[in-house]
Structures are given as C-alpha cells and as structure tokens.
C-alpha cells in the first residue's frame, strides 16, 4: 500500500526556521518525481516545490526561491523541505505528494505549519 | 490571484450536470496538460482526471474532463450529494516554468 506521511511540522516564530520529512512506503520512490504543495483557507492550494527522482533537477515557485530548499534521500526514501526566514504568510497545512501531474498521483495527509510568537 | 483562473463558486440539484471552467493562456493549458483534483472537507486532495480527460481506475465515468484551446472544463452529471467538494485544476506553465493551480471552485449540491 502506498503511503506517504509528513512530519515536522509544529508552532514555529517568525524568522524561525522548520524541516519537513515525508516518509514514503510502498512504492519504489526513488522512481518517482515528488512535490511539496501547501495549503491555506484563504488561498487554495500553492504548489511550492519539485524533485526530480534522481534530485538533479528542483524546481520552485518564484516567491519562495532561496527560503526553502526541497532535497530527497532515495536510500531513505524520504523526501525534505527545508524552510528558512518563515513569516506569517507561511502559516499552511504542507502536503507531500507523488506525481502531481500524472495518472499515479498521491497525496500524504499532511503536517500543518504555524508561524506566529 | 491565480495563473489559472476558476469560478469560487458552483451549485446543482441532485441529478444535474454541473460544468466547471479553469481558464489559462497559450504557456499552461494551451500546450500542456490539465489535470483535476477533488478535495472532500477535511482531506488530501484526490485525482479525478489526468491528460485532460482520462480517468484515473475508481473514477466514476460520470466524471469528465475536457480541453479546447486555452481553457479546460470538469463535468459532473447525475449530481449527488458526496460531490459536495472543492475542485482544483493543475497543469505546467513552460513560461514560468512552475506548476500553476486554479483557485478552486466549491460546489455546493442543493
């Protein structure tokens, strides 16, 4: 069965600094792109972040190059964001997903990052 | 403000088709993919089609996708109560070179 399962998350201060995990099972990972996607109330879905499965190609929204850094271990088959200078506008559940853009898509559940002192 | 452009909002009475639109421009949908997510209260988003109009094994075939040009749409018929649901359409930007989400619309089933 496949599964993916975020950790990390937690109530961090502003300026302050968090590393995701997502810890994948079930699937050869290290076959497989793999993306970071956030979520708010107020805007939808944000896509943040993408790896390709061999890590040599990463790919980031504008608004968040050179604060966060996503990075993979295909021996550990774990996937990382590393997020630096968190503001407020970071607070969001953090989704870990598979294949965001094809047929073998899957989505963690999530680990929910709040930014505030 | 999102790069793919969806209405917030959509409503139908059980048994209905509702039609959702997402609109992009010519560097997204006009020559990539379009891929459609549902998202039920209090959970991961699902994928409902991939490849603008294929569906995923377990999707109902009431459930369609479609594309023309530079915008998409996601069909829904014979509308039931369990559609109630936040949909999201998702594709790549080769001008950004970023992968862009719509800013979701909710259906509502009156």
């Known amino acids: 069965e496949v599964q993916l399962v975020e950790s990390g998350g937690g109530l961090v201060q502003p300026g302050g600094s968090l590393r995701l995990s997502c810890a994948a099972s079930g699937f050869t990972f290290s076959d497989f792109w793999m993306t970071w996607v956030r979520q708010t109330p107020g805007r939808g879905l944000e896509w943040v972040a993408t790896?390709?499965?061999?890590?040599?190609?990463?790919y980031y929204v504008d608004s968040l190059k050179g604060r966060f850094t996503i990075s993979r271990d295909n021996a550990k088959n774990s996937l990382y964001l590393q997020m630096n200078s968190l503001s407020a506008e970071d607070t969001a559940l953090y989704y870990c997903?598979?294949?965001?853009?094809?047929?073998?898509?899957?989505w963690g559940q999530g680990t929910l990052v709040t930014v505030s002192s | 403000q999102s790069v793919l452009t969806q209405p917030p909002s959509a409503s139908g009475t059980p048994g209905q088709r509702v039609t959702i639109p997402c609109s992009g421009s010519?560097?997204?949908?006009?020559?990539?993919?379009v891929q459609w997510y549902q998202q039920l209260p209090g959970t991961a988003p699902k994928l409902l089609i991939y490849n603008n109009d294929q569906r995923p094994s377990g999707v109902p075939d009431r459930i369609s996708g479609s594309k023309s040009g530079t915008s998409a749409s996601l069909a829904i018929s014979g509308l039931q109560s369990e559609d109630e649901a936040d949909y999201y359409c998702?594709?790549?930007?080769?001008?950004?070179?970023?992968?862009?989400f719509g800013g979701g619309t909710k259906l509502t089933v009156l």
């Open positions: 997903a598979r294949s965001l853009l094809a047929v073998t898509s899957y």
């Open positions: 998702v594709g790549w930007d080769d001008s950004l070179n970023a992968v862009v």
């Open positions: 790896i390709k499965p061999d890590g040599s190609e990463k």
């Open positions: 010519s560097s997204n949908i006009g020559r990539k993919t």
